[in-house]
């Protein structure tokens, strides 16, 4: 075929290129044959590499019809990865990017060349592949080499793993020269992932990657590099490669004092909020971690703000290693390493088995309530609030509910704590070490349930603009975008409004709004723990933006917001106000699967008497009103069944009497009753129960199924009686006086 491809070059030099015939122009008959097209057609190409290049050739005669057909045959063929590649690898980019380009020969060559780079994408991202490339480099033979250097630079940082693999461990220099001269050529795109090799606790990994770093002379690995140079725990290997890196990139070497205090104050700025990396705050970054079990690197997109809060404790966890004696550093490098956690893999991460668990083992629990403690009060240590809850729930000790000076602990405090996720990682912990004797600040455990449960699954936005047309507008895009507004004009309605659900994902404040002002509002609400993290956009007028962007900066829940004019401009805005919550964003799907676990864990608290010290006959008002959402009916009706308290009773009888209400739901409702008058028996009044009889005789104009169900209250009621009727004449006192016998 090759030859053959080479003759027809040769008669289409000679005989010219046949044209195509012109858009719009007559039919023409079916052309004949030119010796190139009929050499091609007679050579009859199979191959992927065979069909591209005689199509790209018939393209050249002048016969699309016949390029389109062999672009098709390879469609149709569906050729496999391997010979795609080796397609790419022969012909280049060059004449597939043509295919994509020439409109005649659409769609065909756009999906031809989509096939030919996917397969090669998917290719060099393999780790089989890239290791045999990586192998490769030790060949005798050059185009094998050149071959393979091609293909790992094509990967770019997805090589980064062999090749540092390569240049740490194989004996071979001219491998291992090879493989750091391709991480040199990849520049940027390898620091990351080396970056991520100096979490590895092998010490030819690590000071392999520190040699790249510092031959890659990037100021911006400075930060990472300097520890390892004076850490005391670091094996010379270690401390050699970075001190050389230290010298290759600012020229001489750094003691063990200036790396204190360089690191100190780096430390110091980020926590204070100073960004790391260039970008904007809504900007993502790769972040590469590194596991000494295969597969070794892991990349993870994360927001500006986690990529900061992963940097900032690899900082601490090298200033802990320059003096492992310094316990405020150790301190330190565990906070900081409890919110890396977070950061990384989320608020539902698990905390074994991570760095975060080896510093916190080290220090011990005590240490861990201490940062937790910390953590409660500083806002930016949030998510190692949530870290420290979810360690101490894991380590399944109850002395983490033991008070503290007199106060409750510092994971009981947290079960109070503003932050949703924060209470929400508190209950759960609480839940996990499952106390049967009682703690200080018990009671805070079943308010947060109660508050988790109150939750309906709606997305909930609050206005408070003083104009209604403007509040309507608003109003009108926020509700196309599927939320429930509440909008409000006076200051009470507002706060109420704001207060009212855990249900409330965003604020929006006219500064229009006057007594209190806009800014004040802004600060009642983020010093209230119900609305401490919930965003609030204020929208001023447009002369005033700037200023209340000064005013707003050093609120990370509130933003100045230009007053959109479409659901589109809205949209962008709202993002924008979710991305200030970043890892403690909760979504109504999370809240309502959350609400139906607070429920099912307030109805096992009421069933068993080992929980009686939680009292939740104080609450009992609050889990009565629980029954009214259809959505936690069933979770409620249990919960009230157990509780069994005169409140819980009469609101399953006044819930299952409704008969606006499907007739399911008051089923289930009755079922609930005859539960609980089993369980405690009958705790209602003369009045209640009198009432009831009342329904019943007045249900003649209903369906039967209500009737059905009205009666079965009655006999509940009555076979707690020992089966009198409770609403003859003259019984329904005693018969209550024998029941409360």
């Not at 140079?229 to 001190?243: G, K, L, N, Q, Y």
């Not at 991305?579 to 096992?604: F, I, K, M, N, Y």
């Not at 609980?676 to 209903?702: F, M």
């Amino acid at each position: 075929m090759r030859s053959l491809v080479t003759t027809c070059w040769i008669l289409l030099a000679a005989a010219g290129t046949v044209a195509a015939q012109a858009p719009g122009e007559a039919a023409a008959p079916a052309p004949v044959d030119s010796p190139a097209v009929a050499a091609l057609r007679e050579a009859n190409p199979t191959t992927p590499l065979e069909l591209v290049e005689t199509a790209g050739l018939m393209v050249d005669l002048g016969r699309v019809d016949l390029a389109l057909e062999y672009l098709n045959k390879l469609l149709s063929d569906k050729p496999s990865d391997n010979d795609l590649v080796k397609l790419q690898a022969k012909l280049g980019s060059g004449p597939l990017i043509r295919l994509q380009t020439l409109p005649e020969l659409q769609p065909a060559g756009t999906d031809v060349a989509k096939l030919v780079f996917a397969a090669v994408e998917k290719l060099t991202r393999n780790p089989a592949f890239l290791q045999e490339q990586v192998d490769a480099l030790a060949s005798s033979d050059d185009a094998a080499v050149r071959r393979a250097s091609i293909a790992l630079r094509g990967a770019g940082a997805a090589a980064i793993e062999p090749l540092l693999l390569a240049y740490a461990k194989k004996d071979n220099p001219a491998t291992r020269n090879a493989a750091l001269k391709i991480i040199l050529q990849l520049g940027q795109d390898a620091e990351a992932p080396l970056w991520g090799a100096l979490d590895s606790n092998d010490p030819q990994i690590k000071a392999a990657a520190l040699s790249a770093l510092g031959a890659l002379r990037s100021t911006r690995s400075l930060d990472v590099i300097v520890g390892p140079a004076v850490a005391v725990d670091a094996t010379p290997e270690v401390r050699r490669a970075a001190s050389q890196a230290v010298v290759d990139i600012v020229g001489e070497p750094a003691s063990t004092g200036d790396v204190e205090k360089f690191l100190t104050k780096r430390i110091e700025r980020y926590l204070a909020g100073e960004p790391v990396f260039a970008g904007g705050p809504y900007a993502e970054l790769d972040v590469w971690t590194w596991s000494d079990a295969a597969p070794h690197l892991t990349k993870k997109t994360l927001s500006m703000a986690d990529a900061s809060t992963v940097w900032t404790a690899r900082l601490a966890r090298d200033l802990a290693a320059i003096d492992p004696q310094n316990a405020q550093n150790a301190r330190l490098r565990m906070l900081t390493a409890l919110q890396s956690v977070i950061a990384l893999d989320g608020p539902h991460a698990e905390i074994k088995g991570t760095p975060a668990d080896a510093a916190a083992q080290k220090l011990g629990a005590a240490s861990v309530e201490e940062a937790l403690d910390y953590a409660l009060t500083h806002p930016r240590m949030t998510m190692a609030a949530i870290a420290a809850c979810r360690w101490l729930g894991e380590q399944g000790d109850l002395a983490a509910l033991a008070p503290r000076n007199g106060q409750p602990s510092p994971l009981a405090a947290a079960l109070s704590h503003g932050n949703y996720r924060v209470k929400a990682a508190a209950a759960d912990a609480v839940l996990a070490l499952n106390p049967t004797s009682p703690y200080a600040g018990s009671s805070a455990l079943i308010e947060a349930l109660l508050s988790f449960a109150k939750t309906s699954g709606e997305r909930i936005a609050v206005i408070a603009d003083p104009d209604s047309t403007r509040a309507q507008e608003l109003a009108g895009r926020l509700t196309e975008l599927g939320y429930i507004v509440l909008s409000r004009r006076g200051r009470r309605d507002f706060f109420d409004a704001a207060y009212s659900t855990p249900d409330v994902e965003l604020i929006f404040v006219s500064d229009a709004v006057d007594r209190p002002g806009a800014l004040e509002m802004v600060q009642i609400l983020h010093h209230d723990r119900r609305t401490a993290n919930t965003p609030v956009g204020v929208i001023p007028w447009i002369e005033d933006y700037s200023r209340w962007q000064v005013r707003l900066a050093d609120d990370p829940y509130a933003l100045a917001l230009i007053r959109a004019h479409d659901v589109e401009g809205l949209t962008g805005q709202i993002q924008q106000m979710y991305a200030r919550q970043g890892r403690l964003l909760v979504d109504a799907s999370e809240r309502e699967a959350r609400g139906d676990r607070a429920l099912e864990s307030l109805a096992a608290l009421a069933a068993d008497p080992s929980y009686k010290f939680y009292d939740l006959i104080l609450y009992e008002a609050e889990i009565a009103e629980l029954i009214r959402d259809p959505a936690s009916m069933e979770a409620a009706a249990a919960l009230l069944a157990n509780l069994a308290t005169p409140a819980a009773q009469l609101a399953l009888v006044e819930t299952a009497s409704e008969v606006v209400r499907p007739i399911m739901e008051r089923q289930l409702c009755a079922k609930a009753f005859a539960d609980a008058v089993k369980r405690k028996g009958l705790q209602l009044t003369r009045e209640q129960i009198l009432r009831q009889y009342d329904r019943y005789n007045a249900s003649e104009i209903y369906d039967r199924e209500t009737q059905q169900v009205l009666a079965s209250l009655l006999d509940s009621m009555e076979a707690s009686a020992k089966g009198v009727r409770l609403d003859q004449p003259g019984l329904v006192q005693p018969v209550m006086e024998e029941v409360e016998k």
